[in-house]
């Protein structure tokens, strides 16, 4: 089992930036590929960003590429998304969550509790 925490969350407006943190608890953090994922009211969840366990395989989906930039510290359990050029679009809830493989395959097994993104226009 492993057990996720975001933080970093908040309220910023257009064109500002926000980093978010994951820190993760219970295994060897190094097995895992990590994840961001996004929820936005009233829409489904979607993927935002994916880093294989030893940070050399990252990938972002077309809507954040250029703009969020993923990372890991594996000596820190903890994985972050470094959110640039913010847009009120970004608004959302958003989610760390690890896979059961090294690889990135964009289907978690573990989920964190999300944390609020709000971006004012």
């Known amino acids: 089992q492993v057990q996720l925490v975001e933080s970093g969350g908040g309220l910023v407006q257009a064109g500002g930036s926000l980093r978010l943190s994951c820190a993760a608890s219970?295994?060897?953090?190094?097995?895992?590929?990590m994840d961001w994922f996004r929820q936005a009211p009233g829409q489904e969840r979607e993927w935002v960003s994916g880093?294989?366990?030893?940070?050399?395989?990252?990938y972002y989906a077309d809507s954040v590429k250029g703009r969020f930039t993923i990372s890991r510290d594996n000596a820190k359990n903890t994985v972050y998304l470094q959110m640039n050029s913010l847009k009120p679009e970004d608004t959302a809830v958003y989610y760390c969550?690890?896979?059961?493989?090294?690889?990135?395959?964009?289907?978690?097994?573990?989920w964190g509790q999300g944390t609020q993104v709000t971006v004012s226009s």
């Open positions: 969550a690890a896979e059961g493989s090294r690889f990135h395959s964009g289907r978690p097994d573990y």
């Open positions: 880093i294989s366990w030893s940070g050399r395989s990252i």
């Open positions: 219970g295994r060897t953090f190094s097995n895992y590929a």
